[in-house]
């Protein structure tokens, strides 16, 4: 009997243009979108597992000449915002599936987007929130899908793992739970596929 569904939250519950927002943030504060664009390029482990905090994030690019004086911070929100969309039709079935189950997240992403992530308050949508940049474990590593396990108090073949990337949903597999790879917009699909694993929805 399944007791919890995991989200991913890039690709399945937002879609982000952060070339955009790499751009346009590099163009406010004064920096090459070049620059921005290749220190998330080269930094990603780093980013991901949060070994690079905010603080150091903001301390970086003023020392690659971000101009002084400019709430970093403010700007990098407020590009977020505007090249980023919310799968509310998703959010809407989640609603829905916490009448009945467990929910969660478990998403690998860098400090920066967890900003953009808590400014839209995604996370109240969810019972539990597993984020690589705070555990210093990033999917597809095993330890990492135990975490939400645990969180749900759950057993692997009591979950559904929800990602956009296969290596994802492998991984989730490969730990025993069950797995279903999304295309975003595609809701009707993810229905389907919640069904067919035994999810009820009402």
Known sequence: MIKTIIFDI???????????IYSNFAK??????????????TKTGDLVLGKI????FWK????????????????????????????????????KLRENYSVGVLTNL???????????????????????CKEHL???????YQLSLKAASAKPEEAIFVD??????VGAEQVGMKSILYVYPDTAKLLEDLERLGVVIE
Not at 28 to 41: A, C, I, Q
């Open 53 to 56: 905090t905010l603080d150091q």
């Open 10 to 20: 890039g690709g399945v519950i937002t879609r982000t243009n952060f070339e955009a």
């Open 110 to 132: 860098f400090p920066s987007r967890l900003l953009l992530d808590e400014k839209m308050n995604l996370y109240s949508h969810f019972d539990y929130a597993i984020l690589s």
């Open 60 to 95: 970086d690019m003023r020392d690659a000449g971000a101009k002084r004086g400019l709430n970093l911070q403010a700007i990098w929100i407020e590009e977020g915002v505007k090249n980023r969309e919310i799968n509310s039709e998703l959010l809407r079935i989640i609603k």
């Open 28 to 41: 406010r504060v004064g920096l090459s979108p070049e620059f921005v664009t290749n220190y998330y390029k």
């Open 138 to 144: 990033r999917k597809p590593d095993p330890a990492f």
């Open 164 to 169: 956009d990337k296969e290596k994802c949903t």
